[in-house]
T-cell receptor
Framework: EAGVAQSPRYKIIEKRQSVAFWCNPISGHATLYWYQQILGQGPKLLIQFQNNGVVDDSQLPKDRFSAERLKGVDSTLKIQPAKLEDSAVYLC???????????????FGAGSRLTVL | DAKTTQPNSMESNEEEPVHLPCNHSTISGTDYIHWYRQLPSQGPEYVIHGLTSNVNNRMASLAIAEDRKSSTLILHRATLRDAAVYYCILRDLKYGNKLVFGAGTILRVKS
């Protein structure tokens, strides 16, 4: 089966500019996650979707970050305006729905590396 | 979220077994123990998970202490491709199925 697709793989922007990342999860996976991974740290969950509804966005800096999953498939994460501390790898992951067999396993994409200058 | 404690780093020789420890003294009865690993420049990948009994799969074995306050991930024969950061995570499916990562253990494999 095809994996989780993310784009772009790399992005360099200046502070105060905006950027958007796209994620296409594994077909049939109802749950989608966005994580932020700063160099040398473990990934931090930003937002979790179940189909097109938000399950958890408690760690999302809502003054500058936004995410949507309009049709319950693809998702976009946007940062506007970017700050220096947003430099990180943004990881998308997906899994089956909460009640489905195999719900335990998340599949991650390769990530989108953002550098803010 | 319940917390885990792992060594910052470990080193192993190629072709030898590796035992990666994880302490989780505050584990609750419904917490599953999950292991993921992250190879350089890649996203994390699932390794194994368990609740109470020891588990084996093609990648590794998971040994869970009887009181569940600790567990050990066992790689039976380490290869250079096993060099990665290994994350031990407690996960309660009642709370949204999310994974909360710590800093993990950096495993270095020497040839």
């Amino acid at each position: 089966e095809a994996g989780v697709a993310q784009s772009p793989r790399y992005k360099i922007i200046e502070k105060r500019q905006s950027v958007a990342f796209w994620c296409n999860p594994i077909s049939g996976h109802a749950t989608l996650y966005w994580y932020q991974q700063i160099l040398g740290q473990g990934p931090k969950l930003l937002i979790q979707f179940q189909n097109n509804g938000v399950v958890d966005d408690s760690q999302l800096p809502k003054d500058r970050f936004s995410a949507e999953r309009l049709k319950g498939v693809d998702s976009t994460l946007k940062i506007q305006p970017a700050k220096l501390e947003d430099s990180a790898v943004y990881l998308c992951a997906s899994s089956y729905g909460l009640e489905a067999p195999g719900a335990n396993v998340l599949t991650f994409g390769a990530g989108s590396r953002l550098t803010v200058l | 979220d319940a917390k885990t404690t792992q060594p910052n780093s470990m080193e192993s020789n190629e072709e030898e077994p590796v035992h990666l420890p994880c302490n989780h003294s505050t584990i609750s009865g419904t917490d599953y123990i999950h292991w993921y690993r992250q190879l350089p420049s890649q996203g994390p990948e699932y390794v194994i998970h368990g609740l109470t009994s020891n588990v084996n799969n093609r990648m590794a074995s998971l040994a869970i202490a009887e009181d569940r306050k600790s567990s050990t991930l066992i790689l039976h024969r380490a290869t250079l491709r096993d060099a990665a950061v290994y994350y031990c995570i407690l996960r309660d499916l009642k709370y949204g199925n999310k994974l909360v990562f710590g800093a993990g253990t950096i495993l270095r494999v020497k040839s």
